[in-house]
């Protein structure tokens, strides 16, 4: 499978999703500031792999900073959190794991260690943030799998596959460890206006993979449940607040309006670091607006008259009530989601 995310000798390796399918094209950000502008200009996307490519960000500051004094080297790292944490709003994982990595750089001072000594300690926990979301995804995919039928057609929007985790998926994942299991999966992808994750992304990986796919314009999911067919619907996440709540991408909202009016189960896929029990209910959860350009443009071409006012925001919020359940690597969350969740989390 193609590497998302990836360090290297040169920097933060990143594949360029701006630009397929139409190339396969590969980014190197050989700074914390130059990882927080890739995240921000959606070089990468998807909640798991920004996580991921903030710890290789902040990993990648420490190990220029090992020269300066200790007290310039906090600072620098203080100073790569704060850029990086910015770039996202809404997806909690790169919190998470920012949060990780500076529990990880309390540890190491708390014993006495060099910058240096720091500096290797957070590239390696950078990696094990890495390898362990993958992990996570073949445990989703295995877990979500019981939820799929032998032969089954499942509807998904935007992209949460391989592309936006370190590797194989949590919607996508499902998909995958279905068919891993024997299955047959036939999926329906939604194109996702305005950014066209679905059409670009998710259309392209599960193609590479030979999965069969059908492309659908966002406003045909209606009629589509409505004729019948579809099993199940299947999405990712980038925050999921305590009470179930689930921020996804922008349009995630009347897909799982539709799924209820047609009694089509619409289930959420997402490891617990998505999971953020300090978030209440969704109207806490705070949604990035995006440049309206995303809108007016396509691929550099205008396609709205000039000075028409743009209301763009990435994401929306689906209310637990619609969210038959929640998908993680340590197994399938159910309501009441404020109990269900929180026992997850806790798992060991």
Known sequence: MFRTVARCEGGVRLLDQRKLPRATDYVTCATAEEVA?????????????????????????????????????????????????????????????????????????????????IAAGLEREAQAIHDEDLEACRAIGRHGATLVPASATVMTHCNAGGLATAGYGTALGVIRGAIDAGKTVRVLAGETRPFLQGARLTAWELMEDGIETVLIADGMAGSVLRAGGIDLVVVGADRIAANGDVANKIGTYPLAVLAREHAVPFYVAAPTSTIDLDCPDGESIPIEQRDPRELTELFGSPIAPEGVGVLNPAFDVTPARLVAAIVTERGIARPPYASSLRALRGAA
């Open 37 to 117: 502008r890739a995240i921000r200009d959606m070089v990468v996307r998807g909640a798991p792999a920004i996580g991921v490519t903030a710890a290789f960000g902040l990993a990648l500051a420490a190990t220029g900073a090992v020269a300066l004094p200790l007290s310039e080297f906090d600072a620098r790292l203080r100073e790569a959190a704060a850029r990086l944490a910015a770039a996202r709003p809404t997806a909690v994982n790169l919190f998470w794991a920012l949060q990780r990595m500076d529990a990880a750089v309390r540890r190491e001072r708390a014993r006495g260690a060099s910058n240096a000594e």
